[in-house]
């Protein structure tokens, strides 16, 4: 999914996948907005853990986003994520599959993991390519909400 989001004060113009949206936003604490769209409201939370991957939670659908400042987008396409990565869990839940074992390549958005919370399945996708260093999960695991999954380098 590609979304482009102007923001002026309150008032958000949003093409995602094509479609144009005109939103009003109200964060009444940090991480958490309350989006207006017509008639239909949505509470999003937003949380990260790293500069440039978010986790955003609307309604019980989890999406992990980069966010490209637009002077920045071209500068930030010719460079990878470079480094190595963390995949944590997005909330509490439990595994349900390791898609990857330590030493397999991964190429970005590839997933590693399967992590399932309130009957819906997420998976956990790598930010780079690379290879997978570590899975620190397995099948059948309870894991916590930012618990560390799996390592890219």
Known sequence: MTAEIEQRGENIDAQIDGRHYQLKIVSPEPGIYTVFDSDRVYEARVWTNDQNLFRVK???????????????????????????????????????????????????????????????????????????????????AN????QVLAVVD
């Open 143 to 146: 894991v916590n909400a930012n």
């Open 58 to 140: 609307i309604g019980g659908s989890f999406f992990s986003t980069t966010v490209i400042d637009r002077k920045h987008r071209r500068a930030i396409a010719e460079h990878q994520t470079e480094g190595r990565q963390i995949l944590i869990s997005p909330m509490p839940g439990k595994v349900v599959r390791v898609l990857l074992s330590e030493g397999d390549e991964v190429v970005a958005g590839q997933g590693v993991l399967v992590v399932e919370a309130m009957k819906m399945q997420n998976e956990i996708k790598s930010p780079k390519s690379g290879r997978v260093i570590e899975i620190r999960a397995r099948v059948g």
